[in-house]
């Protein structure tokens, strides 16, 4: 209840936020070995790796394409020329944010564990706790900022190449500017950790027809706004987050949304169709369209439709890095890789920061971060070669045993906790709150039950009262301000 959680965020500043301003940090572990490292983005992935690696003792350079930190969560109203997404010679456009986007977890589950996601009161911040785009942006500024991590960074920088030479040493090719006359310029590092997210490169629909099809298709990657859409039929494919905010979003100013997902028992959206929206309509999925710009789902029903949007996620995309093999990315499986982070033939030199999804992304990548900056040093010792790869094949195996689809492989879902857990016990800490996990749970049955409001109505109280609480006791000197 938003009455419960003003209360809670008087108890917070009142508690919490006072006292120096400066963070306890890690003390220095000269014993162990100082590696230099090139971290590639810095998103939230990349800005927590490097502040771990930092904290370790490690030399750190950080490359961002981007004028600034915040990577994905960088909203811009421009699209790329291609509305697929599908043209590799394409001026990428990085964020798939839409202007309206909120967040679909409560702040105190997102934030990072020793940073707390908190509203700081001031005017031009949005204090809600399922803020928008924006607030999680500055959060990421405030980070970078209170952790002195802009002085590793090198923005407008992007790579173009990463490869192992010889003593196992990786060669970092990059380009800054915008210029096309720019000249590659060449490092050499210990390490190379991957950190460019995966909301980038489209994964689209195999739709029967599409090439004679008369409407404009596109990908979610490439929506923004609903004007474009005002008084048009519209057809999405998908049922995830994006598809069910696209919907709501759309529904304001089309005359129909049909929404084609894999399962017509789509849980949020069948609650959406029958209950809240009446200008929006369930099907299985698409059979295939035709010239006449009609679209034939699978159930035999037909609607005539001027727009059919892919909301079908993303692929994993490394054009710049060079494994010899080692590494590839097969039906969206990063692989083969050590509890989706390190590929056994090439660890410690190379590791992925962020691959995980349907999980609380940022503790996942401050765990994933501690644990490749403890290898890199030595004060924490990987399994051997053999013993890494019998445990990705058991992995494998046990998913092929269980039916989930290869391009499953990093979604975590009910066992992300365990996985965070494992990580915190490699690493010799403690794992995930209690508290985190519950509300992150209660998230979720409340995301089912009310899709359309979750954001602004909830009963986990008192779990958001002992996450406060938490943060008074581990976090006692921090202060919310930018």
């Not at 944010?97 to 934030?111: D, H, I, K, Q």
């Not at 403890?374 to 445990?391: C, F, K, V």
């Amino acid at each position: 209840m938003v009455i419960g959680y003003n209360r809670v965020k008087r108890f917070l500043f009142n508690a919490t936020f006072n006292g120096s301003d400066q963070l306890p940090m890690a003390t220095s572990i000269s014993p162990f070995k100082s590696r230099d490292v090139a971290v590639i983005g810095a998103g939230a992935a990349g800005l927590v790796a490097a502040r771990e690696l930092r904290r370790e003792g490690h030399k750190v350079v950080v490359f961002e394409q981007q004028p600034q930190v915040g990577g994905t969560w960088l909203y811009t109203p421009a699209v790329e020329a291609d509305p697929l997404g599908s043209d590799p010679a394409r001026r990428v456009v990085h964020s798939s944010l839409y202007a309206s986007l909120r967040t679909n977890l409560p702040r105190e589950v997102m934030g990072f564990l020793d940073y707390p996601f908190v509203s700081t009161g001031e005017p031009h911040r949005d204090s809600r706790r399922f803020p928008g785009h924006r607030e999680v942006s500055f959060y990421l500024k405030d980070f970078a900022i209170r952790f002195g991590l802009s002085e590793l960074i090198r923005f407008e920088t992007e790579v173009v190449y990463a490869g192992l030479v010889e003593d196992e040493k990786w060669r970092v090719k990059f380009r800054s500017g915008d210029d096309a006359a720019a000249i590659d310029v060449e490092e050499i590092f210990d390490a190379v950790i991957v950190c460019n997210g995966h909301f980038t490169e489209p994964r689209l629909a195999e739709i029967p027809g599409i090439d004679s099809w008369p409407g404009k298709h596109m990908h979610s990657h490439n929506y923004r706004i609903p004007k474009p859409f005002r008084d048009q039929v519209v057809v999405l494919i998908g049922s995830a987050a994006s598809a069910v905010d696209i919907s709501m979003d759309i529904a304001q100013v089309a005359k129909e949304i049909h929404i084609a997902s894999r399962s017509v028992e789509a849980g949020m959206l069948q609650k959406l169709c029958g209950d809240h929206i009446d200008n929006m309509w369930l099907h299985p999925m698409i059979e295939s369209v035709q010239k006449d710009g009609s679209v034939i789902f699978c159930d035999g029903s037909v609607v005539l439709a001027d727009v059919i949007i892919h909301c079908t996620g993303y692929k994993y995309h490394f054009p710049f890095l060079d494994t010899n093999g080692n590494v590839k990315v097969d039906d969206n499986r990063v692989g083969p890789l050590y509890k989706h982070v390190f590929p056994p033939l090439l660890a410690p030199g190379l590791s992925f920061v962020g691959l995980p999804w349907k999980v609380a992304p940022f503790p996942l990548f401050e765990f994933q971060s501690k644990w490749i900056a403890g290898i890199l040093s030595g004060r924490i010792q990987l399994p051997s070669q053999e013993e890494m790869m019998a445990d990705v094949s058991a992995f494998y195996s046990s998913l092929e045993a269980s039916g989930t689809p290869k391009r499953y492989t990093h979604s975590l879902d009910v066992s992300q906790f365990e996985y965070d857990d494992w990580l915190a016990s490699e690493c010799g800490i403690p794992g995930v709150e209690e508290w985190r996990k519950k509300m992150y749970n209660a998230t979720g049955k409340n995301r089912k039950a009310r899709p359309d409001k979750y954001r602004d109505e909830w009963e986990d109280e008192d779990w958001m009262l002992e996450a406060h609480k938490d943060f008074a006791r581990r976090c006692p000197n921090v202060v919310a301000h930018n």
